[in-house]
């Protein structure tokens, strides 16, 4: 007659409470840095979807032979893209005209939640202070220092400058139009220890 051996080895209640001790001290440490790491990333991806966004005005307006601009609507939190000024061939406001709208983005929720057009209280402009320490920019209350809140682009790729500051409260960006006709656009980041804009 065949004995069957059982393996009665496994784990003990005292071993799975020491497991389930450590994984609760662990997470204890972990989860204040997972909201911090959050917050980071979703304004990171704020400011490169911004950017990504007027990178894509710029190519419609070349790729179309005619204006286009990127419109922003900071008290609703939101921007678009214009790919023609429609018939009367002139920017309209946000929502009367017969502007063409290709895409619209909204901070209000989703990703983006908690990310606002604005800055944290003791941010300088972009530009930053002259060599006396002044202001060269002053930061305009709605946080869209673009003419009319239009980043508007020429068909040969140009586009008038400005800066638009976004911020979730902890940290502030800010995607800068460069202060020239050649419409550079750049990523910057204020750094609240050294009190200055950095690019991340």
Same mark, same amino acid.
């Given at each position: 007659?065949?004995?069957?051996?059982?393996?009665?080895?496994?784990?003990? &209640?005292?071993?799975?409470?020491?497991?389930?001790?450590?994984?609760?001290?662990?997470? #204890? *440490?972990?989860?204040?840095?997972?909201?911090?790491?959050?917050?980071?990333?979703?304004?990171?991806?704020?400011?490169?979807?911004?950017? &990504?966004?007027?990178?894509?005005?710029?190519? #419609?307006?070349?790729?179309?032979?005619?204006?286009?601009?990127?419109?922003?609507?900071?008290?609703?939190?939101?921007?678009?893209? @214009?790919?023609? @000024?429609?018939? %009367?061939?002139?920017?309209?406001?946000? &929502?009367?005209?017969?502007?063409?709208?290709?895409?619209?983005?909204? *901070?209000?929720?989703? &990703?983006? @939640?908690?990310?606002? *057009?604005? @800055?944290?209280? %003791?941010?300088?402009?972009?530009?930053?202070?002259?060599?006396?320490?002044?202001?060269?920019?002053?930061?305009?209350?709605?946080?869209?220092?673009?003419?009319?809140?239009?980043?508007? *682009?020429?068909?040969?790729?140009?586009?008038?400058?400005?800066?638009?500051?976004?911020? %979730?409260?902890?940290? #502030?960006?800010?995607?800068?139009?460069?202060?020239?006709?050649?419409?550079?656009?750049?990523?910057?980041?204020?750094?609240?220890?050294?009190?200055?804009?950095?690019?991340?």
């Amino acid at each position: 007659m065949l004995r069957r051996i059982y393996n009665r080895s496994g784990i003990s &209640s005292l071993e799975l409470a020491v497991v389930l001790a450590l994984i609760a001290i662990m997470a #204890t *440490f972990t989860i204040p840095y997972l909201g911090s790491w959050l917050r980071h990333y979703r304004i990171v991806g704020a400011a490169r979807e911004l950017t &990504s966004t007027m990178q894509d005005a710029r190519l #419609t307006a070349v790729k179309n032979n005619m204006d286009s601009c990127v419109e922003f609507d900071p008290a609703n939190n939101r921007y678009c893209i @214009k790919s023609s @000024k429609g018939a %009367n061939a002139t920017w309209d406001a946000w &929502s009367s005209g017969d502007d063409i709208i290709d895409k619209t983005i909204s *901070f209000s929720g989703g &990703s983006y @939640k908690n990310i606002v *057009f604005g @800055k944290q209280t %003791n941010n300088t402009p972009v530009g930053g202070p002259d060599s006396n320490g002044n202001p060269t920019l002053a930061i305009p209350a709605d946080s869209v220092s673009f003419n009319n809140n239009r980043c508007e *682009f020429n068909p040969n790729g140009t586009s008038n400058a400005g800066v638009a500051y976004i911020t %979730n409260t902890h940290e #502030t960006y800010s995607v800068k139009l460069g202060y020239s006709i050649t419409g550079h656009i750049q990523i910057w980041h204020w750094n609240p220890v050294t009190s200055m804009w950095d690019r991340p």
